[in-house]
């Protein structure tokens, strides 16, 4: 079921439609808030558009880096297994 909330990002509010809680749409606009705070003061530009543009470039940024440190992680995790079943193997015969 979905729900509609009211966000604030930069001043501005949206409804939006979503599967999502209450609390985890607060988490996620006071993020994106955090983002723009950052490009604000950095004073790069006062153009609205350009400084959300700017934070959801940074957020995006930071969940790619994640997502490549998560692939490290699962293909260490990956070989380590294989290790451990070699090991097994070895060891059962």
């Known amino acids: ?3 509609r909330y009211d966000v604030n ?37 006062t153009n609205y558009l350009n400084v959300v543009m700017l934070a959801a470039m940074k957020l995006a940024d930071e ?3 994640l997502r490549g440190k998560q692939d490290e992680e699962k293909k260490l995790l990956e070989q380590k297994s294989r290790d451990l079943l070699d090991a097994l193997d070895s060891a059962l015969k």
């Open 9 to 45: 990002i930069a001043g501005y509010t949206l409804t939006v439609k979503t599967d999502r809680s209450a609390d985890h749409m607060a988490r996620l606009s006071e993020l994106l808030n955090e983002r723009v705070r950052e490009v604000q003061k950095s004073g790069v530009t």
């Open 63 to 65: 969940v790619l880096e």
């Open 1 to 3: 079921m979905s729900d």
